[in-house]
C-alpha cells in the first residue's frame, strides 16, 4: 500500500529536514517512509500525524 506522505509533504510545503526535526529524526528517514523502503512504526505514524494535524498539513 502506497502512502502518502510525500504527496502531503509537498502540498504543504515543507522540506524532510523540516519533517524530519520536527518529529525527531533525519530527513532521510522521511525519505525512507516516502518511498516505502522502510515502514514507519504506530508510533512514528501518530507523530506524523500530530505534526500534520499542528502544522494543517493535510
Given at each position: ?35 516505502g523502503n522502510r ?19 493535510f
Open positions: 500500500m502506497k502512502n502518502r506522505l510525500k504527496e502531503l509533504r509537498k502540498a504543504q510545503g515543507s522540506t524532510l529536514e523540516e519533517i524530519g526535526k520536527a518529529i525527531g529524526f533525519q530527513g532521510n528517514t522521511i525519505y525512507r517512509y516516502e518511498t515502514e514507519p512504526t504506530f508510533e512514528i505514524w501518530k507523530k506524523l500525524a500530530h505534526f500534520k494535524t499542528k502544522y494543517l498539513w
